[in-house]
């Protein structure tokens, strides 16, 4: 399982050169004006992952197959887009099918940029964002509870439970709060989840800076930082022209011109990471001759439905995993010396996988 993480922000913050330079591609045209980007893009990137390599090398995998990350460079936003300002609507609904938001913050000077409120404000421009997005939940969630009130009456339970979400839901929006601030018991997680409301996604802000703050963020992005924290979100520094730059270079010529810039790993590499963290993301590995793969599944996830991951059959079948610690692997030079070494462990059904785990799993067909 990958993810798919929505690149949104206001008009001219950044957002399309970053994806650009993230996907490595030039699908999404970056311009100096409201509105270049008039449906979302998609790209389908590799999620950077040294252990893999690691790992194929020691097992000699003729292939290797890292686990994939969907970004979707969403259409500037802009006050109003509730109401169908801008581009609206069809934006607000594709920002749904994500699993996360990436708010990309202009967090740099240049003249040369206009932006569309005429100043620099980060903060200012994640609240005119998460404004309209709470807007739109409000609208959406007053329709539903009138289309629910029918079911209600008539004691379904499906919709008594919605009902009862939908409504914790608008009261934090009403008190200004994301609908993401309400606290849901375990068994309410599903259905919460199918509410697919806006503000239940968790946010990792892009604070993107010139290439001279690349390294260190500046007064902006410290706002910002301080923001975040305040909400419990994510934060990345991120300079879009440097990542833009190194899309363009041999991974060779790209490393020295991080190294130059002050810089040990590439944005991208940032990017992911941060997002794995708020998602509450990890991998596990499968490793042979034929091929060295990644997988990613979700903190918490057990064996047999890391299994399904790979197939259903897996799950469905599942006798145990040969598992064997990633730093055990290495360690070992390999499954063979694991094995010898006693660190090959035997794991049944109630085995939460842990990052980094070597797998092998039985199943019944």
């Not at 206001?10 to 994806?19: D, Y």
């Not at 100043?119 to 539903?144: C, G, H, N, Q």
């Not at 410290?222 to 991974?251: D, F, N, P, R, Y």
């Not at 360690?331 to 010898?340: H, I, S, Y």
Request: hydrophobic fraction near 40%.
């Amino acid at each position: 399982m990958g993810f798919k993480m929505g690149i949104v922000g206001l008009p001219n913050v950044g957002k399309s050169t970053l994806f650009n330079a993230l996907t490595k591609t030039a699908a999404a045209q970056a311009a100096n004006f409201p509105f270049c980007t008039i449906e979302p893009n998609v790209g389908d990137v590799a999620v950077p992952d040294a252990r893999l390599d690691r790992l194929a090398a020691i097992a000699g995998s003729k292939q290797i197959i890292p686990t994939r990350l969907t970004f979707v460079d969403i259409a500037g936003l802009v006050k109003g887009a509730s109401k169908g300002e801008g581009l609206g609507n069809q934006f607000l609904a594709n920002i749904r099918e994500t699993d996360a938001i990436a708010h990309v913050l202009r967090c740099f000077e240049d003249g040369d940029v206009t932006h569309v409120e005429g100043r620099v404000d980060p903060v200012a421009d994640a609240d005119t964002i998460e404004t309209e997005l709470m807007i739109a939940d409000m609208e959406s969630i007053e329709k539903r509870l009138q289309n629910l009130s029918r079911k209600v009456r008539g004691g379904d339970k499906d919709a008594v439970q919605q009902e009862r979400l939908l409504k914790e839901a608008l009261a934090a929006l009403e008190n200004g709060k994301p609908a993401r601030s309400v606290v849901v018991d375990a068994e309410d997680a599903r259905a919460w989840k199918n509410l697919q409301l806006l503000t239940t996604k968790p946010i990792l802000y892009v604070c993107n800076v010139g290439e001279g703050n690349a390294a260190n963020g500046n007064e902006y992005s410290a706002k910002v930082a301080e923001m975040a924290a305040a909400q419990g979100a994510g934060t990345v520094i991120i300079s879009a022209q440097i990542e833009e730059e190194i899309s363009q270079l041999e991974a060779e010529e790209a490393d020295m011109f991080l190294s130059e810039m002050g810089l040990e790993e590439a944005g991208l590499d940032r990017l992911i990471r941060a997002g794995y963290d708020l998602l509450k993301l990890e991998t596990y590995f499968t490793v042979g001759p034929k091929e060295a793969r990644a997988w990613t599944i979700r903190q918490g996830t057990a064996a047999p439905q890391a299994a399904g991951v790979i197939h259903g059959d897996f799950e469905r079948g599942f006798i145990r995993a040969e598992t064997i610690a990633y730093d055990d692997y290495v360690t070992c030079n390999g499954e063979t010396g694991a094995k010898e070494a006693g660190k090959m462990r035997v794991e049944g059904k109630s085995y939460i996988v842990q990052d980094g785990d070597v797998m092998h799993f039985l199943f019944n067909t």
